[in-house]
């Protein structure tokens, strides 16, 4: 069974320095330790790379792999993820998911 690399990308409505922070830290707070997570990151975008082909419109990215795809659909429905969306969720403007199976 591939592990599954799940891919936010947070564009916010309030890109403030205070504002990514809070998501930043809402993200160690919530989305970390989940059961069958193998890898879990979270950062900024960063700003001295601005090739034609970087994609420069967000300021916060997720980065979580799963041991499966049954641990990624139990992450969804977990009571700290539903904690996080609820908090967090009105400064979003945009949320972009990349979801892939990896081999």
């Known amino acids: 069974m591939p592990q599954l ?3 936010v990308y947070f564009t916010l409505q309030d890109d403030s320095e205070a504002k990514i922070s809070e998501l930043l830290n809402a993200c ?3 989305l970390v330790d989940h059961p069958g997570v193998t890898y879990f990151s979270v950062g900024t975008l960063n700003q001295e ?3 034609p082909v970087n994609d420069r419109g967000y300021q916060v990215t997720l980065n979580v792999v799963f041991d499966s795809r049954e641990s990624h659909d139990l992450y969804q429905v ?3 993820h539903l904690e996080f969306i609820a908090e967090q969720k009105p400064n979003w403007k945009q949320v972009r998911i990349f979801d ?3 081999v």
Do not use: F, G, Q
Request: charged share 35%.
């Open 5 to 7: 690399s799940h891919m």
């Open 100 to 102: 892939s199976d990896l």
């Open 28 to 30: 160690k707070k919530y």
């Open 49 to 51: 790379l601005a090739r």
């Open 78 to 80: 977990a009571p700290r």
